[in-house]
């Protein structure tokens, strides 16, 4: 299967770097340097995924199946 790609919006704020994930409301973090925000994003992207991977696998119950869907 593919890895998605996703987009990031970065922008330098003062001391701070901070950036948000596009494709997916709430996923934003901050960053000393452009390098750690970006790792940051990756982390919290992840994360979020995961999380609603659970969510999803718990709310269909124990009869499901997985179905890729290409956009």
Do not use: C, H, K
Not at 5 to 11: D, L, Q, S
Not at 49 to 57: K, S
């Amino acid at each position: 299967m593919l890895t998605p790609n996703f987009n990031a919006v970065i922008r330098r704020d003062g001391q701070w770097w901070i950036g948000w994930i596009e494709e997916i409301p709430g996923v934003y973090s901050q960053g000393a340097t452009r390098d750690e925000l970006i790792a940051n994003l990756r982390d919290a992207l992840a994360e979020a995924i995961e999380l609603n991977r659970e969510d999803a696998r718990r709310a269909a119950g124990e009869a499901y199946e997985e179905v890729a869907i290409q956009p």
